[in-house]
């Protein structure tokens, strides 16, 4: 991502602010792992899509004094060869100024300072903060650490939560993110295909796995988008797996949920397939009517739907062909084979921080995943594109990846 698309974003911020403010995001820093090693570090996402910056420990604070109107600096770690020879080297002004286009870097050792200086000296009673939490019983953010502090040493300052902003610029995808979720659908079909190139009785969930993470490497994609979930057979009944430990039998369906991202969004893709390359006569029987149900989507999908209507429409419509082929008798039932919708927008994360209450709208990226569970049979799994409303109706970005059962059969039989 240039740095245009980080200055942007911040703009739209910024002048969605209402009064004079101090603004803060916090990248965060890698939470304990175990005595004395951390898990990997990952950027808290809203602060990446404001400034592109992913480093441990960074501020950026800005200070707005109206529309138009602001000065901008990020606290960055201060130089320190010692530290720098065990952990790498510290990201330098410069280089912030490449990926961010903020211009102005200051010491982490002088935040709290800082900060002070401007509520005390600079007339600033407003503070903005990101307070995203899905839950309140969630660890506290920098956002919340500081603002208790806040109210304890400056109790006259005002806190007010960015989080609805954020969501709603997050919302609507500009041109360079479709660019990077349509190479992120690209990438996912390399990995998508070598398992099932891969795929035959016998073969365990960690080695479809393999296949899929080794494709990603190729590209340079260490981790993908999100923990992958790969299973074969009754592990399908299980909708978040990450075991990989069972082993595919012959006649067992692979499902996988995958998705390898590509410069900071995040793709997410479902397809099943029989692992020795052919479809039962009930495998097919059911994978046909979710592929029916998600080509319907893609044909009705365009602006001005309620995202609360989108699941339920294919519910309906799932729930047509269920009784076609006999299986669901009343719409009441539907809840027995379908397990969960699937009308999650995508981006930044894999289930995007989005405004709430949306009605379909261009440039809005969600998943059409429908699932089908039927446990009578032993067949579960599901079939998840990525849909892209545009001015007149939808495009599915994951075309390109074998879904058909015809397709999935042939490219499969030429393993
Ligand atoms: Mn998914």
Redesign the pocket.
């Known amino acids: 991502m240039d740095r245009e698309f980080f200055m942007e974003n911040r703009k739209a911020l910024y002048n969605m602010t209402e009064e004079k403010g101090l603004l803060l995001l916090f990248s965060g820093h890698a939470p304990k792992k175990t005595n004395d090693e951390n898990y990997p570090f990952f950027a808290d996402r809203s602060y990446m899509y404001f400034t592109g910056v992913h480093q441990e420990n960074t501020i950026l604070m800005t200070e707005i004094y109206g529309k138009e109107q602001w000065e901008e600096a990020l606290y960055i770690l201060p130089p320190d060869l010692m530290a720098e020879r065990w952990t790498g080297r510290r990201i330098k002004p410069e280089e912030v100024e490449e990926q961010s286009g903020i211009r102005e870097c200051a010491s982490t050792e002088n935040f709290r300072k800082d900060l002070e200086n401007r509520l005390m000296n600079k007339g600033f009673t407003t503070v903005y903060m990101d307070f995203g939490k899905l839950e309140a019983s969630e660890a506290d953010t920098e956002s919340y650490r500081l603002a208790a502090w806040l109210k304890k040493e400056y109790p006259h300052v005002q806190i007010k939560n960015l989080n609805p902003w954020i969501r709603q610029l997050r919302t609507i995808k500009k041109p360079c993110e479709l660019e990077a979720l349509r190479k992120a659908e690209w990438v996912t079909k390399e990995g998508i295909e070598a398992m099932m190139k891969a795929s035959k009785p016998g073969m365990y969930e960690y080695q479809y796995k393999a296949e899929f993470d080794y494709a990603l490497a190729q590209h340079g994609i260490l981790a993908p988008g999100f923990p992958s ?1 790969i299973s074969a057979g009754q592990n399908n009944f299980c909708i978040h797996y990450y075991s990989y430990r069972g082993q595919a039998q012959d006649g067992d369906m692979i499902l996988n ?1 995958v ?1 390898s991202g590509w410069d900071l969004e995040v793709n ?3 397809r099943a397939f029989p692992c020795n390359g052919k479809f039962t006569e009930k495998q097919r029987l059911l994978y046909d009517c979710a592929y029916r149900t998600s080509e319907h989507m893609f044909e009705i999908l365009k602006p001005g739907i309620p995202m609360k209507d989108v699941d339920l429409i294919a519910r309906k419509y799932n729930y047509e062909q269920l009784k076609d082929i006999g299986l669901c008798k009343s719409y009441e039932d539907i809840g027995t084979y379908m397990w969960h919708g ?1 009308a999650h927008h995508i981006g930044f994360d ?1 289930h995007d921080a989005v405004a709430p209450d949306l009605i379909t709208a261009p440039g809005m990226v969600f ?1 059409v ?1 429908i699932g089908i569970y039927c446990e009578e049979w032993g067949i579960g799994f599901r079939v ?1 594109d990525n849909c892209l409303i545009t001015e007149n109706g939808c495009e599915d970005l994951s075309y390109m990846i074998p879904k058909k059962a015809e397709d999935i059969e042939a490219f499969m039989g030429r393993r």
């Open positions: 979930i949920d998705g997410d893709i479902s699937g894999v998943c995943d998840e």
